[in-house]
């Protein structure tokens, strides 16, 4: 047997004999603890403090500032042994880095040798930890103390754990208890210390073993005048787990649990001070202080502390001169000890590969906040190391980092069930967020990535909700979201890799795209599909003949018939494209020139936005006198157009980071509000472009709405975070606190027509009412949508509401009640993407995927006439004209269409060369404006459907935009 430990100021000895187990000694009392062998031992010398790792019995010397909480759980356990409540178990609970395991070993144990339990002057202790064969090494532990054998005795192991298993098949659970009996020294107490215990659900995946685990020791310690004791310590975030085991969970649940709080200052005061007076060399009074301050109320306040302490005594050791407050200064604190410890096991452990796939999994676990700041994300092990030949290394590195040594990362599981049957997901996370403070490596990693990040994020997010729920078709990634997927796909995935999972979505959701491209170009063929061969080469040849006589009428009245002209090219360009009349490469050019020549010789208003590649135009707005568009784009700029010439007022607003999802002008078109991928609202001058106070924060994700209230004084915002906000229109200020409830991204919103009412839609198929004076909930959510709303809107006299869903279905709600009014209007076979109210109230207009714009009787529901088929493709955006005549749509066809509300299509507006995003009518009804994803607005007159001037039209050629 070792030489005894110096005795501590509180009357203990501590020795270790030659079985490896601790006998701790006090007043005539033993506690004989009997530990699982570790692989390695920590060192650390005559330093007082013990770094990140978890203070062990040996340390109760130095272990201080849970003094009251060891009195407490003796206490517990006193009790539990006397008997007063049905099962001798004490669970202690707490966050990762509380301290769980070192008030347990350092703590409780000794206590049992100064206060032992009542009748009892020798208690035998079992430290484990379940490890993924737990009822296995529950076998070890056993015969180590029937042997006396320090590793165990092959034969008893197999022996014993033979009658744990058999025991559990019959039923009785009873295996431990009998064991028990067969132990030395049969009357003394036996506690059974289970360290770590949510290793039993995120390690041992043999739910059989887990089971007959937890039920042999619940058995043990229900025994009336039993011997044995549990005590386990728990993270909190592994509660919803033991839900697999009623009894365990019933006991957590109860009082019988402690839960640890965190430190007080009073607390962290003595676990500083106290090690380093007992060891002869005091701290300065300045260092203690701010210490104190850097750690408290800080998660895992004990081993942050512990491990800037124990890099300040190696400091003091060297006998450099320095004191104490310089030391703690130039490790950078608290946070930058535990910097330290991560620099040392990047630089000194990995290979230039392993740096990298480190740099990946590190990345994977941050959630970007507002500006710079960053914190913890959970994320799943097989998302952090996708690849199948990293596989092996990345789960050394995660080791590496969650070592008890380091405990940078913190590794558990959840148990994932779905469709498929159930499966258990590794998860990891940053135990720290002093991390992405202080250290300087992640730092650099994470500079000007906050927006990449989050495009991953929600890209993960996305693939995982279409994984749970069955991959249907209607999760699939849409077009904005399946674009942007595809960019980031193309741009990042070296340094943000993608899941599996996520490239199968991305994959799934452009087959899904092109077949219904496929099948909205296969449609004509359906109609000529019957004719017999020489009737369908007859029909190939009069399209053909057709393309080239319109072709020679629109050149023939360029000068003397110019609105002529450009009608005839449009047709003879639309005709060209038929996949059915395989028109020859002359006659398409030709077509081409002709409608190029047109729109040359026209007043067409439209410009091409020409300081920019990237300026994809997503949302378009027209100012309340209708002589100024507002467009916003996905280069995170804002434009501003003259109706009359088309031109851009003055250079573009810009401000935003991040593409411009929304805007608005104010009523008096004095401003203009923005939303933005950025997570921000801004409000700019309509007539100078310059910003109205600071970016309105508050958002912690895409803005996806803005509106202005109807006088003009409120701001309305709906985005990716689940809120809707308020904002004072003069001075950006939030007006009160966010609207909460849904549960999911809210995807649009509206003020009423009098303005005492906002309403939304969103993600989580239900539409919501709020007082827009007070920001409460008015009524119930408005359910009956079995899919994402897209669209909400109100009609003009407020006493209705409309909504589109990705469900098919359009549904119409009393505004004052919140409840339905009719039967959900179907027809549309894939989602609604776009509703509207004429200005009359009595029809309503939707555009959908199905390719179609419907018109209904918004009195009955019922369907006004068929379907208006044109678009090939997507329908985005749909509107009303002022006086209710005209309808105007965009598309993924790169067109602009007009129609009679009678239902007759007046002829499509052809000149995008990409997805038209968004469209609205002026407020005199004359003019319709278009923004599309070629990097142009462009003006139509809403009467002829061509232009009014002659066109100004830009190509972007070798770095530069050029005239033709």
């Keep these: ?236 975030d592994f509660l919803r787990e033991t839900q697999q085991h009623p009894q365990l969970n019933q006991i957590i649940g109860s009082d019988q649990s402690i839960i640890l709080p965190v430190m007080t200052s009073k607390e962290l005061r003595l676990a500083i001070e106290k090690p380093a007076e007992q060891a002869g060399r005091p701290l300065e009074n300045e260092t203690v202080k701010r210490l104190i301050e850097q750690a408290e109320g800080r998660e895992g306040a004990l081993p942050l502390l512990q491990s800037a302490l124990t890099l300040i005594w190696e400091e003091l050791s060297q006998s450099n001169g320095k004191s104490s407050l310089d030391i703690l200064r130039d490790i950078g604190g608290v946070g930058g000890a535990l910097a330290k410890e991560a620099e040392n096991l990047y630089n000194n452990n990995l290979s230039a590969q392993e740096k990298e796939i480190t740099k990946r999994i590190f990345l994977g676990l941050v959630q970007p906040k507002e500006g710079t700041l960053y914190s913890r994300r959970r994320a799943k092990v097989s998302n952090l190391i996708p690849r199948k030949n990293e596989q092996e290394q990345g789960r050394k590195i995660l080791r590496m980092f969650s070592k008890t040594t380091a405990r940078l990362i913190t590794l558990s599981s959840v148990k994932k069930v779905h469709s498929q049957g159930e499966e258990i997901e590794e998860i990891a996370e940053v135990t720290h967020e002093a991390l992405f403070e202080h250290w300087a490596e992640l730092k650099k990693w994470l500079n000007g990535q906050q927006d990449v990040i989050r495009q991953k994020i929600r890209i993960d997010n996305a693939a995982e909700e279409w994984n749970n729920n069955d991959r249907k078709r209607s999760y699939l990634l849409q077009e904005r979201d399946l674009t942007g ?77 110019p609105v002529e002209a450009e009608i005839n090219a449009i047709a003879a360009w639309d005709l060209s494209r038929s996949a059915f009349a395989r028109v020859s490469d002359n006659d398409r050019l030709a077509a081409d020139n002709s409608l190029l020549n047109a729109q040359r010789n026209n007043w067409e208003r439209q410009r091409f936005l020409p300081d920019s590649t990237d300026s994809m135009i997503l949302s378009v707005a027209f100012s309340r006198d209708g002589q100024t568009i507002v467009g916003g784009s996905r280069d995170g700029s804002v434009w501003l157009w003259n109706v009359r010439t088309g031109k851009a007022n003055r250079k573009p607003l810009t401000g935003h980071k991040d593409m411009v999802t929304s805007v608005a002008f104010s ?53 990716y975070d689940h809120t809707v906000r308020l904002w004072d229109a003069k001075t950006g200020l939030p007006k009160g606190k966010p609207l909460t409830g849904h549960a999911d991204v809210v995807t649009s919103v509206a003020f009423s027509p009098d303005g005492q009412t906002i309403v939304s839609g969103g993600y989580d198929h239900t539409v919501r009412l709020w007082d827009a004076k007070t920001g409460l909930p008015k009524g119930k959510p408005l359910t009956g949508h079995a899919d994402v709303v897209t669209s909400v809107a109100f009609s003009r006299d407020g006493e209705t509401i409309v909504s589109g869903s990705e469900d098919t279905t359009v549904r119409l709600w009393d505004a004052k009640t919140g409840l339905p009014k009719g039967k959900p209007l179907t027809g549309h076979t894939d989602a609604v993407t776009s509703v509207a109210f004429s200005r009359d109230g009595e029809t309503i207009v939707s555009g959908s995927e199905d390719t179609t714009v419907r018109l209904w009787n918004a009195q009955t529901g019922i369907p006004q006439g068929n379907p208006l088929i044109g678009h090939w493709n997507r329908v985005n955006s749909v509107a009303f004209s002022p006086d209710g005549e005209t309808i105007v749509s965009g598309s993924h066809d790169n067109t602009v269409r007009l129609w009679d509300a009678q239902t007759r299509l007046k002829k499509p507006l052809i000149g995008h060369r990409d997805l038209v995003q968004s469209v609205a009518f002026s407020r005199d009804g004359k003019t319709i404006v278009s923004g599309s994803w070629d990097n142009t607005v462009r003006l139509w007159d809403a009467k002829t459907g061509v232009s009014k001037r002659k066109t100004v039209d830009w190509a972007y050629d070798s770095g530069q935009f050029r005239r033709f």
């Design 667 to 719: 009523p008096d078109g004095q401003t203009i509000v923005s939303g933005s991928y950025d997570h921000t609202v801004r409000l700019w001058d309509a007539k100078t472009g310059l910003p109205k106070g600071k970016p309105l924060t508050g958002h912690a994700d895409v803005v996806t709405s803005v509106a202005f209230s109807p006088d003009g004084q409120t701001i309305v915002s709906g985005g």
């Design 485 to 561: 997927a595809e960019l980031f796909q193309k741009n990042h995935e070296e340094t943000f890799q993608l899941s599996d999972l996520a490239k199968e979505l991305i994959q799934k959701s452009l087959e899904h795209r092109r077949n219904n491209r496929i099948k909205n170009g296969l449609r004509f063929l359906v109609v000529v599909l019957p004719l017999s061969g020489f009737a369908l080469y007859q029909l190939q040849q009069a399209q053909r003949y057709s393309v080239r006589q319109l072709t020679a009428t629109a050149e023939s009245f360029l000068t003397s018939q």
């Design 1 to 236: 047997m070792t030489p005894p430990l110096p005795p501590n100021n509180r009357q203990i000895t501590i020795q270790r004999d030659v079985i490896s187990s601790t006998i701790i000694s006090g007043d005539n009392n033993t506690v004989v603890v009997y530990y699982q062998k570790q692989q390695t031992e920590v060192n650390l010398g005559p330093n007082p403090y013990r770094g990140l790792a978890s203070f062990q019995v040996e340390d109760a010397d130095v272990f201080f500032g849970r003094e009251e909480q060891v009195k407490r759980l003796w206490s517990r356990l006193q009790a539990l042994y006397n008997g007063n409540v049905s099962t001798r178990l004490l669970p202690i609970l707490g966050a990762s880095g509380s301290g769980k395991s070192s008030l347990a070993r350092a703590g409780l144990l000794p206590e049992l040798a100064r206060l032992p339990l009542p009748g009892h002057r020798s208690t035998d202790v079992i430290i484990m930890k379940p490890s993924s064969k737990p009822l296995e090494l529950l076998a070890v532990e056993l015969s180590r103390i029937a042997t006396g054998d320090p590793f165990g005795d092959g034969a008893k192991i197999d022996e014993f754990k033979q009658v744990l298993e058999k025991r559990a098949k019959q039923g009785t659970n009873d295996g431990l208890s009998s064991l028990v009996m067969r132990l030395p020294q049969k009357n003394s107490p036996l506690v059974i210390l289970i360290d770590q215990f949510e290793e039993v659900y995120s390690l041992c995946e043999d739910v059989e073993q887990r089971t007959t685990f937890i039920n042999t020791l619940l058995e043990a310690a229900t025994i009336k005048d039993g011997r044995v004791s549990v005590v386990i310590t728990l993270r909190s």
